[in-house]
């Protein structure tokens, strides 16, 4: 990975401590873990046969326990003392570097390219490819987010509820006026966009935490109605027979008219999936292609400049309640694009599939990628959900190897992995920028 | 208002006050800056300085009182009625900050583009028309760099144009703030201590910037400072403020030999202050 000279990395790289101080913070890391695992792990507690409370001890795992965490204590500081401040002062050699930068140019449309030939190498594996759809719908939610917030620096906790909104206008409008999806995509988009725009309104006047906060009710609420508006809904049965989208008004199934059947080729259910999977990647390069243009247009740069300071727009003439209501509303239409597409690729939703959890893996992926960074933004998708599956054989320590490894990427990563901020107009060349200036916004 | 005066002055304020809960922090001030003068506001620490510079700017809506604003066309705008971006956009008043409120993690260039919304956002057809690259906005856009260019030229810094603002020194970054503030050709140009934390040779060249400013823009500046070499040295009228009411108004001249001003300034006790008080009126 590319390294430069980070001023922060290397002031919070610490110094090579003495014998007295590594042992004394191992004696405090022990006996924290002595005090959390003695009730966790030293006494085991069960309901006996009749009811009763039953325990017993396990005072020799606890004190392996202890010991381990003192010596993995030493190690970790021995580590930090001599390992890690080379490895964040010595940046690489500017040739390695200039390498890599260049190499890095070629990531994005390799990894594009090779998004385009999943479907051929992996033809026969359906899972792969139902993966792949399923990475890609991250990659275009995590775009959408990444307009309001890595561009306009306006935490939303609530983006599912466009997703929701996308989905349930495509299934409804599909089910009840028989509109075919070609026509409920832009619909699906426009109404998730008036959402956005009407949480917008009581939102522009706060901030930081307090919009989170807000933005995440809202998602709740979207949930909530869904889940009770029973009439219009279905509640939590949610609707089922939304109708699968065709290929440009000629069905993908095995009949006459069927689009197997018009071209002469053997019917196959793959066909369908092949499908989808080209279909959100023509929707999620939609979402990336509109916000690159977006960026280097003036409401792009008065998004950025949001996030940078606000007070300073305002004293521009910039009419910030239109700027962070067009954020928003530009990011819930391609959060209900989005959305419109899970419909019509599961056939059924119901609220089930648009809590919270929704929500803040979406922000994860933009947190994760570098806020601001596209091709950020789609490796982090891919390594969240893809990582998701890869751990999906550890079962219970899935989630414990996935939060340990977001910690560690953001110790040595914090402001994600692609930090830099590459500039929307230029004089004599784009250098990109870095990520220490660039401000992550405060609501 | 009479012919002659909406031709002379840009700025009439007329009776402002401005108070915070029980606390006065500007009390029934007037003053006019005059179209094409560098106007001073001087005075001790929270004399209320910069909250005139906030009411002006829309960031307080005063208490009491009017601020006027004449453009060189002789329309009239009442800035304690505006929106603050409204004040910019329409009304054409730029101001720049104490601290210096870049934006930081931009280009010098970008700097200047942002401060070009308004026109660009037109010329993109409300993003539009920009989205599909219509070639006229092509050329606006264009026009607004060869405009930032020109600016940057100004004060030297072309060759950092694709820098990060936060990366700039200090003098640059302030230097930077006001040609982005001119970058929204504004009538009126607000500063608020622009030599702040400037040494010597810099409050030099902040002196060769702003008369440029005014003499090849026609601009007018209307300028908080407390640094004297720049206040006399350009201000073509100075108007002295110490707890929130003006004490003292003139031309360099004057305010350098005015009693009252000095008694504000030196921090007279009490019975001298009052002694020069009243041998001044």
Same mark, same amino acid.
């Given at each position: 990975?590319?390294?430069?000279?980070?001023?922060?990395?290397?002031?919070?790289?610490?110094?090579?401590?003495?014998?007295?101080?590594?042992?004394?913070?191992?004696?405090?890391?022990?006996?924290?873990?002595?005090?959390?695992?003695?009730?966790?792990?030293?006494?085991?507690?069960?309901?006996?046969?009749?009811?009763?409370?039953?325990?017993?001890?396990?005072?020799?795992?606890?004190?392996?326990?202890?010991?381990?965490?003192?010596?993995?204590?030493?190690?970790?500081?021995?580590?930090?003392?001599?390992?890690?401040?080379?490895?964040?002062?010595?940046?690489?050699?500017?040739?390695?570097?200039?390498?890599?930068?260049?190499?890095?140019?070629?990531? +994005?449309?390799?990894?594009?390219?090779?998004?385009?030939?999943?479907?051929?190498?992996?033809?026969?594996?359906?899972?792969?490819?139902?993966?792949?759809?399923?990475?890609?719908?991250?990659?275009?939610?995590?775009?959408?987010?990444?307009?309001?917030?890595?561009?306009?620096?306006?935490?939303?906790?609530?983006?599912?509820?466009?997703? +929701?909104?996308?989905?349930?206008?495509?299934?409804?409008?599909?089910?009840?006026?028989?509109?075919?999806?070609?026509?409920?995509?832009?619909?699906?988009?426009?109404?998730?966009?008036?959402?956005?725009?009407?949480?917008?309104?009581?939102?522009?006047?706060?901030?930081?935490?307090?919009?989170?906060?807000?933005?995440?009710?809202?998602?709740?609420?979207?949930?909530?109605?869904?889940?009770?508006?029973?009439?219009?809904?279905?509640?939590?049965?949610?609707?089922?027979?939304?109708?699968?989208?065709?290929?440009?008004?000629?069905?993908?199934?095995?009949?006459?008219?069927?689009?197997?059947?018009?071209?002469?080729?053997?019917?196959?259910?793959?066909?369908?999936?092949?499908?989808?999977?080209?279909?959100?990647?023509?929707?999620?390069?939609?979402?990336?292609?509109?916000?690159?243009?977006?960026?280097?247009?003036?409401?792009?740069?008065?998004?950025?400049?949001?996030?940078?300071?606000?007070?300073?727009?305002?004293?521009?003439?910039?009419?910030?309640?239109?700027?962070?209501?067009?954020?928003?509303?530009?990011?819930?239409?391609?959060?209900?694009?989005?959305?419109?597409?899970?419909?019509?690729?599961?056939?059924?939703?119901?609220?089930?599939?648009?809590?919270?959890?929704?929500?803040?893996?979406?922000?994860?992926?933009?947190?994760?990628?570098?806020?601001?960074?596209?091709?950020?933004?789609?490796?982090?998708?891919?390594?969240?959900?893809?990582?998701?599956?890869?751990?999906?054989?550890?079962?219970?320590?899935?989630?414990?190897?996935?939060?340990?490894?977001?910690?560690?990427?953001?110790?040595?990563?914090?402001?994600?992995?692609?930090?830099?901020?590459?500039?929307?107009?230029?004089?004599?060349?784009?250098?990109?920028?870095?990520?220490?200036?660039?401000?992550?916004?405060?609501? | 208002?009479?012919?002659?005066?909406?031709?002379?002055?840009?700025?009439?304020?007329?009776?402002?006050?401005?108070?915070?809960?029980?606390?006065?922090?500007?009390?029934?001030?007037?003053?006019?800056?005059?179209?094409?003068?560098?106007?001073? #506001?001087?005075?001790?620490?929270?004399?209320?300085?910069?909250?005139?510079?906030?009411?002006?700017?829309?960031?307080?809506?005063?208490?009491?009182?009017?601020?006027?604003?004449?453009?060189?066309?002789?329309? $009239?705008?009442?800035? $304690?009625?505006?929106?603050?971006?409204?004040?910019?956009?329409?009304?054409?008043?730029?101001?720049?900050?104490?601290?210096?409120? #870049?934006?930081?993690?931009?280009?010098?260039?970008?700097?200047?583009?942002?401060?070009?919304?308004?026109?660009?956002?037109?010329?993109?057809?409300?993003?539009?028309?920009?989205?599909?690259?219509?070639?006229?906005?092509?050329?606006?856009?264009?026009?607004?760099?060869?405009?930032?260019?020109?600016?940057?030229?100004?004060?030297?810094?072309?060759?950092?144009?694709?820098?990060?603002?936060?990366?700039?020194?200090?003098?640059?970054?302030?230097?930077?703030?006001?040609?982005?503030?001119?970058?929204?050709?504004?009538?009126?140009?607000?500063?608020?201590?622009?030599?702040?934390?400037?040494?010597?040779? $810099?409050?030099?060249?902040?002196?060769?910037?702003? #008369?440029?400013?005014?003499?090849?823009?026609?601009?007018?500046?209307?300028?908080?400072?407390?640094?004297?070499?720049?206040?006399?040295?350009?201000?073509?009228?100075?108007?002295?403020?110490?707890?929130?009411?003006?004490?003292?108004?003139?031309?360099?001249?004057?305010?350098?030999?005015?009693?009252?001003?000095?008694?504000?300034?030196?921090?007279?006790?009490?019975?001298?202050?009052?002694?020069?008080? $009243?041998?001044?009126?």
């Amino acid at each position: 990975m590319a390294r430069t000279t980070d001023p922060l990395a290397r002031v919070s790289a610490a110094p090579v401590h003495g014998v007295a101080f590594i042992l004394k913070k191992s004696f405090i890391s022990a006996l924290v873990a002595l005090v959390l695992f003695s009730l966790m792990i030293g006494i085991r507690t069960e309901a006996g046969p009749t009811g009763q409370l039953i325990y017993w001890t396990r005072f020799g795992d606890l004190a392996m326990l202890v010991v381990g965490v003192f010596a993995g204590s030493i190690l970790v500081e021995l580590l930090r003392g001599s390992i890690k401040p080379p490895a964040f002062t010595s940046s690489m050699p500017a040739s390695v570097s200039g390498t890599f930068n260049k190499l890095r140019r070629f990531v +994005a449309p390799a990894l594009l390219v090779f998004t385009f030939l999943v479907p051929v190498i992996f033809y026969d594996q359906r899972y792969i490819l139902d993966l792949g759809i399923l990475v890609l719908t991250y990659v275009m939610l995590g775009w959408g987010l990444n307009v309001v917030v890595g561009l306009a620096g306006l935490l939303d906790l609530g983006y599912v509820a466009f997703y +929701a909104v996308g989905a349930y206008s495509y299934a409804l409008l599909a089910t009840t006026f028989g509109l075919s999806f070609w026509v409920c995509l832009p619909l699906a988009g426009i109404l998730a966009a008036f959402w956005g725009v009407l949480l917008g309104f009581p939102v522009l006047r706060l901030r930081g935490d307090y919009l989170a906060i807000v933005t995440l009710a809202f998602g709740e609420i979207i949930r909530l109605i869904l889940l009770n508006w029973q009439k219009v809904t279905g509640g939590p049965n949610g609707i089922t027979g939304i109708p699968r989208p065709s290929f440009f008004g000629i069905p993908l199934t095995n009949t006459e008219d069927g689009l197997a059947a018009k071209l002469g080729i053997a019917f196959s259910p793959t066909h369908r999936v092949v499908f989808l999977f080209y279909l959100i990647l023509a929707l999620a390069l939609l979402t990336n292609w509109v916000t690159i243009r977006l960026r280097r247009l003036p409401i792009g740069r008065a998004w950025e400049a949001l996030r940078e300071d606000e007070v300073a727009c305002r004293a521009l003439g910039i009419n910030t309640t239109k700027t962070k209501l067009t954020a928003f509303a530009t990011g819930a239409m391609f959060g209900g694009f989005a959305g419109a597409f899970f419909a019509t690729r599961q056939g059924f939703i119901s609220p089930e599939s648009f809590t919270f959890q929704e929500s803040a893996l979406v922000l994860a992926i933009v947190v994760l990628g570098g806020m601001g960074s596209q091709l950020g933004v789609a490796l982090a998708a891919v390594a969240m959900i893809g990582g998701f599956e890869l751990f999906r054989g550890f079962e219970q320590f899935r989630m414990l190897v996935f939060g340990s490894a977001m910690v560690l990427l953001m110790i040595w990563r914090p402001r994600g992995l692609i930090g830099h901020r590459a500039p929307t107009v230029f004089l004599e060349k784009p250098t990109e920028l870095s990520s220490t200036m660039v401000k992550e916004g405060h609501g | 208002m009479n012919t002659r005066a909406t031709s002379t002055d840009i700025l009439d304020v007329t009776h402002l006050s401005m108070r915070f809960g029980g606390i006065v922090a500007v009390n029934d001030l007037s003053f006019t800056a005059k179209r094409g003068d560098i106007t001073a #506001l001087i005075g001790p620490n929270g004399a209320g300085k910069t909250t005139v510079f906030n009411c002006i700017a829309g960031f307080y809506k005063p208490t009491t009182g009017m601020i006027r604003l004449t453009q060189n066309d002789g329309r $009239e705008f009442l800035l $304690e009625r505006l929106l603050d971006y409204r004040i910019s956009k329409v009304a054409k008043v730029a101001r720049t900050f104490q601290n210096i409120r #870049l934006f930081p993690g931009m280009t010098a260039l970008e700097n200047l583009m942002v401060a070009q919304h308004n026109p660009l956002m037109r010329a993109s057809g409300y993003s539009f028309l920009g989205l599909i690259g219509a070639p006229g906005f092509r050329r606006a856009e264009n026009r607004a760099i060869e405009l930032a260019r020109y600016w940057l030229d100004r004060i030297g810094l072309t060759s950092r144009a694709d820098d990060a603002a936060g990366s700039l020194p200090y003098g640059d970054q302030r230097r930077l703030e006001i040609v982005r503030a001119m970058c929204s050709e504004p009538a009126l140009l607000c500063l608020d201590e622009p030599a702040a934390g400037l040494n010597a040779r $810099e409050s030099e060249e902040l002196n060769t910037l702003l #008369l440029a400013i005014r003499k090849d823009h026609g601009t007018s500046v209307l300028l908080i400072e407390h640094d004297m070499s720049v206040v006399m040295g350009i201000s073509d009228c100075i108007f002295v403020l110490d707890h929130g009411v003006k004490i003292a108004s003139g031309t360099p001249q004057q305010i350098r030999n005015d009693p009252k001003v000095i008694a504000a300034y030196l921090g007279a006790d009490e019975e001298t202050a009052l002694k020069v008080m $009243e041998g001044g009126k």
